[in-house]
């Protein structure tokens, strides 16, 4: 997608210390300024990365000399994938209009949120009480913890981490892009999912806006140029740069992740 040969180093030379430091295996793109780092010769994928190896990225992410730094994460809602887009300053996630997208996204930001939540908990002195409801329960209670219900034990019990905990929340953002939208769907969906995300939870949800489906966009990914390149005045690419603008509008260079929690 980048107009680039699959490098032949990335996060598996990292972690089985060919190189030193993670920057040592970005390679160059076509963009200027734009540098790789692949994970695709990398003996684990990210759902299986023990917790060492994990800790050891999200570390090398951290020290990383760009001014953003960006991670492309797939689907899922394992424990590694929810902790690597945590480590972000903000998090983007991006759906299909299709009923089975837009579940999975929603399954997703859950899955996030009620992570996010047990994070501050877990590091920032919450009482015993609230420990024990969250974290040492039986296992049917624990997963039948909604998000909700978790800042609702922690007004019952520890109400004066209540507003602490309500504030450490929406300080989290939430960014959605809705990709390969057709002149059939609705023009209305982002800015209601938006509106849900934002009524039922602390946390901070924007909708970024979409991105026109075009059959043009695979046959750039097989041909290995870029699409905005090759088609510079379409709409998706309009779609793209008023996306990126909106995201780096009133951001200063972010090198620097937050701390999970």
């Given at each position: ?5 699959s ?9 089985n ?28 994928e ?12 999200i ?31 903000e ?18 930001v ?20 609230v420990?024990?409801a969250v ?35 929406s ?16 023009p ?8 849900a995300c934002?009524r ?15 059959e ?46």
């Open positions: 997608m980048l107009g680039i040969e490098p032949a180093s990335g996060i598996g030379s990292f972690l210390r060919s190189v030193d430091h993670l920057e040592q295996v970005a390679a160059p793109t076509n963009v200027p300024n734009l540098s790789f780092i692949s994970s695709m010769h990398c003996a684990m990210i759902p299986n990365l023990p917790y060492l190896q994990k800790q050891k990225i570390r090398a992410i951290r020290k990383l000399p760009f001014d953003y730094v960006i991670l492309d994460l797939g689907a899922g809602t394992n424990f590694n994938t929810l902790d690597f887009f945590l480590t972000a300053s998090g983007i996630f991006i759906c299909i209009p299709e009923p089975t997208s837009i579940e999975n996204a929603f399954r997703f859950q899955a996030t949120y009620s992570r996010k939540i047990k994070n501050i908990i877990r590091y920032n002195d919450f009482n015993a009480a420990q024990h974290f040492n329960s039986n296992s049917a209670q624990r997963i039948s913890l909604q998000p909700s219900n978790i800042v609702d034990i922690v007004a019952r019990r520890d109400p004066d981490k209540e507003i602490f905990l309500k504030d450490k929340l300080e989290f953002n939430f960014k959605l892009i809705l990709n390969q939208v057709r002149n059939n769907s609705d209305a969906l982002g800015q209601k999912i938006e509106t934002n039922h939870m602390h946390a901070s949800f924007h909708y970024l806006g979409s991105i026109k489906y075009d043009r966009v695979p046959e750039s990914i097989f041909s290995k140029n870029l699409y905005v390149n090759k088609y510079p005045y379409t709409t998706i690419s309009n779609d793209l740069k008023t996306i990126a603008a909106m995201i780096t509008k009133n951001n200063a260079p972010a090198s620097e992740l937050n701390q999970l929690g």
